[in-house]
């Protein structure tokens, strides 16, 4: 199977996997707080963490279709860890600060500034 099949299936699985959480949260606790995203982001850092660890380098395929299609469908927030603690590990401490601190700001930044163009297109529609 090819690589983008893999990632395409992973993909497909871990949308569904995340929707089915967060659904699963909402109705169990309410949607007061994002309990489903914070579940899909715990769980999901816990299991890049444990595979990619655990697989290494090792076979790729299985690697495409959990870490890059499963884990990468079902939350991003798994690679934005694993790959902070990566460089922690290997001891570019300011690189990954820069990382943490800069994809937060800019993340929060870009939604905030698609919100106001999304308002301001609002408006002229």
């Given amino acids: 199977?090819?690589?983008?099949?893999?990632?395409?299936?992973?993909?497909?699985?871990?949308a569904n996997a995340r929707y089915l959480v967060s659904t699963w949260a909402a109705n169990r606790a309410g949607v007061e707080f994002?309990?489903?995203?914070?579940?899909?982001?715990a769980s999901g850092s816990l299991l890049m963490g444990f595979f990619l660890n655990l697989m290494g380098g090792n076979e790729p395929g299985i690697k495409l279709l959990i870490a890059t299609g499963f884990l990468g469908s079902y939350t991003t927030f798994s690679t934005f860890a694993y790959e902070t603690l990566a460089l922690v590990r290997r001891g570019a401490i300011r690189s990954s600060l820069v990382h943490v601190l800069g994809s937060t700001i800019t993340g929060i930044a870009g939604v905030g500034l698609g919100m106001a163009l999304a308002d301001v297109v609002g408006r002229i529609w």
């Fill in 34 to 41: 994002p309990y489903g995203t914070f579940l899909v982001n």
């Fill in 1 to 14: 199977m090819g690589p983008y099949l893999l990632i395409a299936l992973g993909g497909a699985i871990g």
